[in-house]
């Protein structure tokens, strides 16, 4: 078939088998179709019915165009030598797959291209360049050979001829279209309208339009098999309808996206073209190294892989925001915090239990219970291994009794870091779980805060004053830490500000308070309580003799050879100078000695100083305390009761009056709170029901006041043990028998007048010892509580145990006869 002379422009098509160059050439224009007899015997004059046959990947080619070709495969080079040997024909056709390295001839389309090899060269990496010109659309009849090339008969697909207004129309169409698509696209140059306005031939048309549209394999495979003109014609007015509205579409959105683009992203935009110069020039921008620092620590710290997961997803979305967006500062915030904590970072435990047991004697006098209970942990974590969960104490007892300092030394027994965060006071939920991150200067909670200063995910921590949380409108902070102190449920400590889980399994929570009364009972039962009592005159000796004074005479300048203090003079402290459960302010008093013991020494009156009992006034002034509160003699109306406070037991008189009136009333003073003013009222009623058998008149009520009153009225004081004391008062105010002066007593009464047992018996007898009181009535109840006092206290008092207020009257009342139960002789 003869070709035109004149040349239009070839449009950059996609790789092939074998890379197509962007490049573009003119063609010679292709005369209009002959019919089908003539283009058969063009065939047999111009081409051979036999040809090598070149598979191409991922591009159709049309006749009409010349353009170039890289050449690699084996097969493909050979089948080139064959075409440049012989005839410089050939034929190309797509193959199905592009991945397909080693196509079969099911694997290659029947409809190609024969061209004509104008130009070759060979590359020194062995490909071959070559270009190329289309010709004519053939269909492959056969194969002859597969090996060393494809070797195909081939014969050329009929041109069907056809005219009239409408193919004419369809013509036109295809040509606006086109024009349209060039006008707006960006991908076809202006110069393609040129080739196409001056085609006449329909089939011509089609075959220049088609290679400009970047459309898939299949879709120019099938214009290019199609025969009749008319649906050549309509498949590419279809495709030209569907990629005009396509290009709209992108215009459109890549007009809204330029016009809310701001600020920021044109900022974005350019730190990305920065960033990419930097990388051309082998530089890395301060970003891209945030980036790369984060990624690395992520790996650093061995997060668990739901973590890292996560933490990723936040170092990807802080990549894609602009640099100054105020949610990167966020972000950043949140990154340090999840590669700052340890993950995986523990210290191990001392699992020397003999060691261990030197520690916490050399940090603590007595406190065998808790020292044991620490043992027992030790032990326990030795055969167990990581298995074993961590415990959660719970120490209760009054201020300055060591219950925080012991949790110092357990740290150091078990080589652990130790952290302590004080809860007093604490009245907002977040403070225990965290802010949410939408919150401005949020923070994770102080427990997650805690595990991150102390660098090890198994430390000591002490949640102190867990008995003084507050409950307001910001939420319930106790509750909030139901979850941490759960040994079941910590393993997943959620925290509102990380969102990711957190492992507390492997930290020992220990918490402190003075009572338990406040803790709520959801929490008290997910800790381990160990009561901590107040400290007898003789261990308060031994601590400072052993502790306070050698550390109060290192923290004042001194030292052990000129300063000393002997026991006498400490015990003067603790009877006249102090009065508490604990060594505090025994503490104080020592650290003031010292002071003025180094200001002696500083202004050279003294070299060497030994403080004395009767140096001690001289120190510190006149006593502040006088020392027992056991009554001279015996004494009518006045009762000692035995108390149980947060400073540790103390000796309470109990006193009453009976005054004239002329309706009866009774009157109670001294701040007493509710549950004591309901033992008084209980005691009177017992006394009363009592009247014949203590022999007083049965009407004194409605005509006498009675006042009871107990002293330090500016100290509030409540609690159900004083009910036995106020009726052993109150029937000595009206039987003007005596009340012994060596006894004390506690327990609460009932209307009836039985005896019911209280709590804090150890701090309560401990009290009436260091008061000089040797007997002590209690009810039975509490026997079993005299097991915990120390053996040279029990053996030096006498236990009077009573079940009804009748015998609580028999031993504390003298100079009468015995009080009679009904139904006695």
């Known amino acids: 078939m003869a070709r035109d002379s004149k040349t239009e422009k070839q449009p950059a098509v996609a790789k092939g088998d074998e890379k197509t160059s962007p490049k573009k050439r003119r063609s010679k224009r292709v005369t209009p179709a002959l019919d089908i007899e003539m283009e058969l015997r063009e065939m047999k004059r111009r081409y051979p019915r036999i040809l090598p046959l070149v598979p191409v990947r991922d591009t159709v080619y049309f006749p009409g165009h010349l353009f170039p070709l890289f050449v690699g495969r084996e097969k493909s080079v050979r089948a080139l030598d064959e075409a440049m040997s012989h005839h410089k024909y050939i034929v190309l056709v797509a193959q199905k797959e592009f991945a397909e390295d080693d196509p079969s001839p099911e694997d290659i389309y029947d409809v190609g291209l024969i061209a004509e090899v104008m130009q070759i060269l060979r590359v020194p990496d062995g490909t071959v360049r070559v270009m190329l010109e289309g010709l004519e659309r053939v269909i492959v009849t056969d194969y002859i050979s597969t090996e060393p090339f494809f070797k195909v008969r081939a014969r050329l697909l009929p041109a069907v001829a056809d005219k009239g207004i409408e193919i004419e129309a369809l013509m036109r169409s295809v040509v606006s279209q086109f024009e349209q698509i060039v006008q707006v696209g960006r991908n076809i140059p202006p110069e393609a309208m040129v080739s196409v306005v001056n085609v006449t031939d329909p089939n011509r048309l089609v075959d220049t339009i088609c290679p400009y549209l970047p459309l898939r394999v299949e879709t120019k495979q ?117 590669v700052s904590l340890p993950w995986s970072k523990k210290t191990e435990d001392t699992l020397d239990i003999e060691a261990a047991a030197r520690v916490l004697d050399e940090d603590h006098y007595g406190l065998t219970k808790v020292k044991e209970r ?77 595990v991150k200063q102390a660098g090890f995910n198994n430390p000591v921590f002490m949640l102190d004053e867990i008995d003084k949380l507050g409950i307001d409108f910001r939420g319930d902070p106790s509750s909030a830490l139901l979850e941490a102190l759960d040994p079941e449920q910590n393993e997943n400590f959620s925290d509102h500000y990380l969102e990711v889980p957190f492992n507390l399994s492997d930290v020992m929570f220990i918490t402190t308070a003075n009572v ?199 100290v509030p004081k409540d609690g159900p043990s004083a009910g036995v004391t106020m009726a052993a008062a109150l029937a000595s105010a009206l039987t003007l028998r005596a009340v012994r002066k060596d006894a004390a007593m506690t327990g609460e009464i009932t209307i009836r007048g039985r005896v019911l047992p209280v709590g804090g018996v150890k701090e309560k007898v401990l009290a009436a010892h260091r008061a000089g009181i040797r007997t002590v009535i209690l009810p039975k109840e509490n026997e079993k509580d005299l097991e915990e006092i120390p053996d040279y206290v029990r053996e030096q008092m006498h236990f009077t145990l009573v079940t009804h207020a009748d015998e609580v009257l028999e031993a504390a009342l003298v100079n009468n006869v015995p009080v009679k139960r009904p139904g006695r002789a």
């Open 516 to 714: 338990l009364d406040t803790v709520p009972p959801a929490l008290r039962d997910r800790l381990e309580v160990i009561h901590f009592t107040g400290y007898i005159e003789d261990e308060k000796l031994k601590i400072a003799e052993q502790f306070l004074v050698p550390k109060q005479i290192r923290g004042n300048g001194l030292t052990t050879d000129n300063t000393s203090f002997r026991l006498p003079a400490i015990r003067k402290i603790i009877r006249e100078y102090t009065r508490e459960a604990g060594v505090r302010n025994m503490e104080r008093e020592i650290a003031s000695i010292c002071r003025k013991v180094a200001k002696s020494v500083a202004q050279g009156k003294a070299s060497k100083m030994a403080v004395r009992e009767d140096d001690v006034k001289t120190y510190l002034g006149q006593p502040k305390f006088r020392y027992g509160s056991a009554e001279e003699k015996d004494e009518i109306a006045t009762a000692t009761g035995l108390v149980y406070t947060e400073y540790g037991g103390d000796v309470v008189s109990v006193e009453v009056g009976l005054m004239k009136s002329s309706e009866g009333k009774l009157v109670l003073t001294g701040q007493l709170g509710d549950v004591m003013k309901e033992s008084a009222m209980a005691a009177l009623t017992y006394v009363r029901s009592k009247a014949r058998t203590l022999d007083i008149d049965e009407d004194f009520y409605q005509r006498t006041e009675v006042h009871i009153h107990v002293p330090a009225g500016a």
């Open 374 to 450: 620490v043992l027992e942990f030790l032990a326990v974590r030795k055969l167990a291994g990581s298995s074993m969960k961590g415990p959660i104490l719970c120490f209760v007892g009054p201020p300055g009794v060591g219950k925080t300092s012991i949790g110092k030394s357990i740290a150091r027994a078990l080589n652990r870091k130790f952290h302590r965060v004080s809860l007093g006071g604490v009245r907002d939920e977040a403070e225990i779980r965290g802010h949410r991150r939408t919150y401005v200067g949020a923070l994770p909670g102080r427990i997650i805060q805690g």
């Open 222 to 338: 099938e214009i290019l098999e199609t025969v009749a003109v008319r649906d050549r014609l309509e498949k590419l007015n279809l495709v030209l309808q569907k990629e005009a509205e396509i290009i709209e579409i992108q215009r459109s959105i890549r007009t809204r996206v330029e016009k809310e683009m701001g600020d920021a992203q044109r900022e974005f935009i350019l730190r990305e073209q920065l960033k990419a110069i930097q990388q051309e020039l082998g530089e890395r921008d301060e970003r891209g190294t945030e980036i790369e620092d984060y990624k690395e620590k992520i790996e650093q710290v061995a997060m668990p892989p739901d973590v890292t997961e996560h933490a990723l997803k936040e170092v990807g979305r802080l990549e894609r925001m602009p640099y100054a967006a105020p949610e990167g500062v966020v972000v950043r915030t949140y990154l340090d915090w999840l």
